[in-house]
């Protein structure tokens, strides 16, 4: 494939022709905001934080879904960039919660961390703010709508396991939400717990709750394992606190592999020191459970105990 030289930001980079600004700007080690971008879904250019100014061209440009060209000057940073991305900032920050002290996503939050980078603050004054809808039928996965950018990372990597596809937007306007199935709890809905869209989610909207109140995120150790119950070998980080492990989370579900409750549970039972009891679905309600059912090992052990 041909190579394109660019420059950003005053230094030239060269890259494959199908590489876009974001991905030559991320070989410099320059790092472009942006909630919706993933290079492992499909690309949308929806939050539209990742403008840049390309010379010669009058409009802001999206750089996730700009392509490189030969000799391009380009400008993350610029006073025009900068300025649309507060603007955005400030739009999300205006219909959000001011939480961040007690919020689990708090030292791992995309929408904290720009705020922080631009200097964009909560708002001070009342007014329309999105709706604290939370979910808390699921005891794997915590839903708090009042945080959702609508950035729609979880539904697009939702619907990327065929048979899953539980997550959708509905509505429109200021009424736009992510619902699952027809607007169901996520105990009501098609949904296996997979965590797929808790490790996508830029914000608190979606937490792994079996993880909540036991580490903040910068206080952890950790370990990145591999889980060993498909050939899939999904990757886990194990978080610890002066060497012992409190908790384990799934890291980006990349390349092809699915993710599954399965999978997880095996993985926090295997390097976890104080397990909380596994829960399975039946008949759309959760319901407590031993871990040999939770991990499909009944046959094998009344096998081996016989
Ligand atoms: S989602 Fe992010 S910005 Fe919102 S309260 Fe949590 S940490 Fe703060
Ligand atoms: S946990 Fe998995 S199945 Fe459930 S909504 Fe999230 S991505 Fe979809
Ligand atoms: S729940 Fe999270 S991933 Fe889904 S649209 Fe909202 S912010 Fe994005």
Redesign the pocket.
Known sequence: MKNITLTIDGRKVTVPENYTIIQAAEKLGIEIPALCYDPDLEIVSSCRLCVVEIEGNPKLMTACSTQVVEGMVVYTESDKAVKTRKEILQLLLDN??N??LT?E??GE?L??KY?YRYDVKFREHDGDRRKALVDTSSPYILRDES?CVLCGKCVRTCAQINERAVLSFANRGFETRIVADANNSLEESRCVSCNRCVVVCP???LIDKRNMNKIRSWEAEKEVVKCKVCEYGCDFEVLKRNGKAVAVKAKTPGEGRPLCLKGRLWTELVNVEEVDKPYIKENGKFIETNWQKALGLEEITEKIKD
């Open positions: 959000h919660p939480d961040c919020c996503k708090a939050c929408l904290q705020a945080k914000t608190g909207a």
